[in-house]
């Protein structure tokens, strides 16, 4: 079966860096955009980050823009969030997810929840002094 599994998520201070990374089984990697979602208790899961199956499309949400990094590995199946100049509101658990595109669309980043069809288990991610 699908299995997308998260890990690297720590207490960190604001203004340091963290790299999360994704790892897939049980799917043809290299078919799936990828993205990093995040939610807050209270709050609705939103998107993060996301990497089109080619790899040559990323798209972020404006709230990490110019902070975050997505990027993949399809050898090692794996997807990574490289987080830096981290804030206390970026604290929330973090999950990946994949979405399955044709190879004509295989420049696509789709950024709401419901076009991905799995899920991992989350991360906690908290920033904190």
């Known amino acids: 079966q699908v299995q997308l599994v998260e890990s690297g998520g720590v207490l960190v201070q604001p203004g340091g860096s963290l790299r999360l990374s994704c790892a897939a089984s049980g799917l043809t990697f290299s078919s799936y955009a990828m993205g990093w979602f995040r939610q807050v208790p209270g709050k609705e899961r939103e998107f993060a980050a996301g990497?089109?199956?080619?790899?040559?499309?990323?798209y972020y949400a404006d709230s990490v823009k110019g902070r975050f990094t997505i990027s993949r590995d399809d050898a090692e199946n794996t997807v990574y969030l490289q987080m830096n100049s981290l804030k206390p509101e970026d604290t929330a658990v973090y999950y990946c997810?994949?979405?399955?595109?044709?190879?004509?669309?295989?420049?696509?980043?789709?950024?709401?929840?419901?076009?991905?069809?799995?899920w991992g288990q989350g991360t906690q991610v908290t920033v904190s002094s």
């Open positions: 990497i089109s199956r080619s790899g040559y499309t990323t």
């Open positions: 997810a994949s979405d399955w595109e044709p190879v004509e669309k295989k420049n696509t980043v789709v950024i709401v929840a419901t076009a991905y069809e799995y």
